[in-house]
């Protein structure tokens, strides 16, 4: 009975510690400049990601908000995420989120705001 005790528990250890887990949300940790109209955001790494996803609004005069645009899809290959097609010297707001395998998306990142040259 305790041989099969131990068996059972080592199998129900395995397979709790073999779920998958949300993914955790990336951070923005930069924002450099491209060429003019396109800002690189360059982000922290996340395991078991297969792509990161990036949306950006414009902000106004007043400093609303418009809304979310989609800025693309990037494989892990890279940390730094190009966004292009912005309108030179407007103040834009990035969040970035991963995308896994069976994991599915993570949040969305904290917001970062950068005025395009």
């Known amino acids: 009975m305790e041989i099969r005790f131990r ?3 080592k199998i129900a ?11 955790d949300a990336p951070a923005i940790r930069k924002i450099a400049h491209g060429h ?18 990036v949306r950006h609004a414009l902000v106004d005069a007043e400093g609303t908000p418009g809304p979310w645009l989609s800025g693309g899809a990037h494989h ?16 834009y707001r990035f969040q970035v989120r ?8 993570s949040d969305w990142s904290d917001t970062v705001s950068q005025r395009s040259l």
Do not use: C, K, M
């Open 36 to 53: 003019s109209g396109q800002l690189i955001l360059r982000i922290t790494r996340i395991a078991n990601t297969r792509v990161y996803e």
């Open 98 to 105: 991963a995308i896994g395998g069976s994991t599915g998306y």
């Open 76 to 91: 892990t290959n890279s940390r730094a995420l190009p966004v292009g097609d912005l309108v030179p010297g407007a103040l």
């Open 7 to 9: 068996f059972r528990e």
């Open 13 to 23: 250890d395995a397979f709790w510690h073999s779920a998958p887990a949300p993914l």
